[in-house]
């Protein structure tokens, strides 16, 4: 197991990497942050081997928390499709706002998987493998999903 302190010193790292992929779960920056933390309070309990690569199991345990909070309350799931919130990141971009408004308007149209996708491919720079292996799915239909993803996010980015 790592220690309490390397943990720690990780976690604080790849706290950005995180939040960015927690909104891409949620859909919006409360929910997203809500998530981050609760990762964070279960990586802390339990731990994580010496042998694991740290990454990709953060994110894979942040995936599964997700899916268990979507399960046990399918509001907090319609409140993130259905939010129309703005996260603060567009508040600090000055000139960019609009841009980046309307590339996080039309993530919101995307569904929940290509949406994951999209975080960890082409936001976080995964490759095909190592997101089909944090989200255990095969890398074939990855590489779909965000096929899928980019063209309709072309088509919606083209039609502002």
């Known amino acids: 197991m790592l220690g309490t302190a390397q943990l720690k010193t990780l976690l604080i790292d790849e706290l950005p990497r995180m939040r960015r992929f927690a909104y891409s779960l949620t859909g919006n920056k409360p929910d997203a942050d809500d998530l981050v933390q609760s990762l964070v309070e279960k990586l802390l309990r339990k731990g994580i081997k010496k042998d694991i690569p740290a990454v990709p199991w953060f994110l894979k345990v942040c995936k599964n928390l997700w899916i268990d909070e979507a399960r046990a309350s399918q509001s907090r799931l319609k409140l993130a499709q259905s939010s129309a919130q703005e996260p603060t990141i567009t508040k600090e971009l000055g000139p960019e706002n609009d841009q980046m408004a309307q590339i996080l308007k039309a993530m919101e149209q995307l569904g929940d998987e290509q949406r994951q996708l999209v975080g960890l491919v082409i936001v976080e720079g995964f490759s095909y493998a190592e997101a089909a292996h944090t989200l255990d799915i095969p890398v074939g239909t990855v ?15 083209a039609e502002h």
């Open 143 to 157: 590489m779909s999903r965000v096929a899928r993803a980019r063209t309709k996010l072309a088509q919606l980015l």
